[in-house]
């Protein structure tokens, strides 16, 4: 069965200091990823997506970025964070086109 | 640009009543509806997928109905418990790959 991962559960960063967030996903091959940030009373919103090593599509413009080192390896990265980037960050993947499946979230307060 | 909307936003009921909730979107050229549950800081657990060619999808107690030509979702829940409790979230998806989400309704089952 598939499963996916994410690490750091929790995480307390200092504004301007960078950020790195990881997602992994086992049993299936070529997934499509990606990675929302939920924040209070805002909803879900998608950052990024890819549909294969090395393709990332960003949906809004930002000071996050993102990558796909491995094919079932993203990362969400920041070089200096902001205040505005504090909230709850989600991998998820899917096959093509079909159900998408969500990690545990990783939960980012910026000081 | 499709847009979600989930109504109501909050939702409290006793124990054992049969409940609806909504879930309407802007562009009906969608490829499916997807609704979630959403426990309080974790991630999110897909619950039913209904493709457009659909009109409905059964999980157990859960029934999810799908209307394109109105742009409109239902997900009906027989005989709510207190485990009910959660937040659940629709989403549409209308590009090849990307969801798009409604903020979700609140509910809260009393035992």
């Known amino acids: 069965s598939q499963t996916i991962h994410q690490w750091p559960a929790t995480l307390v960063q200092p504004v301007g200091s960078p950020l790195s967030l990881e997602c992994t996903v086992e049993g299936t091959s070529n997934p499509n990823l990606y990675w929302y940030r939920q924040a209070a009373g805002r909803g879900l919103q998608l950052l990024f997506y890819s549909v294969g090593i090395g393709q990332i599509s960003s949906e809004v413009p930002q000071n996050l970025s993102a990558s796909r080192p491995q094919d079932r390896q993203f990362i969400l990265s920041s070089k200096k964070l902001l205040l505005s980037d504090s909230g709850f960050y989600l991998c998820?993947?899917?096959?093509?086109?079909?159900?998408?499946?969500f990690g545990p979230g990783t939960r980012l307060t910026v000081t | 640009k499709q847009e979600v909307t989930q109504i109501p936003a909050a939702l409290s009921v006793p124990e054992g009543e049969n409940l609806v909730l909504n879930c309407s979107f802007t562009?009906?050229?969608?490829?499916?509806l997807q609704w979630f549950r959403q426990d309080p800081g974790k991630g999110l657990t897909s619950l039913l997928l209904?493709?457009?060619?659909?009109r409905e999808q059964t999980s157990g107690r859960l029934n999810a109905s799908l209307d394109k030509s109105s742009g409109r979702s239902t997900l009906y829940i027989a005989a709510s418990q207190p485990g009910d409790s959660a937040t659940y979230l629709c989403?549409?998806?209308?590009?090849?790959?990307?969801?798009?989400f409604g903020k979700g309704t609140m509910l809260l089952v009393s035992p």
């Open positions: 562009d009906s050229a969608i490829y499916n």
């Open positions: 998820a993947w899917s096959g093509i086109p079909s159900e998408q499946y």
């Open positions: 209904i493709q457009s060619s659909q």
């Open positions: 989403a549409a998806r209308s590009g090849y790959s990307t969801l798009t």
